[in-house]
Nanobody, 118 residues
C-alpha cells in the first residue's frame, strides 16, 4: 500500500503559477505510475497529467504547454507545475498512484484546493 498527501494548493490570480506536491509513503514509490486529477464543483473528476514509473508523461489537451508533471523518486514525490493559470483551473486537485502490476488497485490522496481568481 501507499499513502499520498498533496500540498501546495491555494489562491492564485489569473496568469499566475502554483506547484503542487504529492508525497508518498513506502519504499516502492518508484514502481508506481502517478497521476494528477482534478474535480471542479458540479463536474466529474478528470485526468490532468500522468507520469509512468519510467518517466513517460501524458497531458490532457487543456493543460498542454501550461502544466508540467514530474517526479523525484528519491523524495517519493510527484509534482505538478501549473503556469498561466485561468479561472477554469479552479478545482480540487488529487494525486493517484497505480501499481502497474495491479492496475485495478488505485491509491488516492485527500486532495488540495486550487482557486484561480482575481
Amino acid at each position: 500500500q501507499v499513502q499520498l498527501v498533496e500540498s501546495g494548493g491555494g489562491l492564485v490570480q489569473p496568469g499566475g503559477s502554483l506547484r503542487l506536491s504529492c508525497g508518498a509513503s513506502g519504499r516502492t514509490f518508484s514502481i508506481y505510475d502517478m497521476g494528477w486529477y482534478r474535480q471542479a464543483p458540479g463536474k466529474e473528476r478528470e485526468m490532468v497529467a500522468t507520469i509512468t514509473s519510467g518517466g513517460s508523461t501524458n497531458y490532457k489537451d487543456f493543460v498542454k504547454g501550461r502544466f508540467t508533471i514530474s517526479r523525484d523518486n528519491a523524495k517519493n514525490t510527484v509534482y505538478l507545475q501549473m503556469n498561466s493559470m485561468t479561472p477554469e483551473d479552479t478545482a480540487v486537485y488529487s494525486c493517484k498512484a497505480t501499481d502497474p502490476r495491479y492496475p485495478w488497485a488505485d491509491y488516492w490522496g485527500q486532495g488540495t484546493q486550487v482557486t484561480v481568481s482575481s
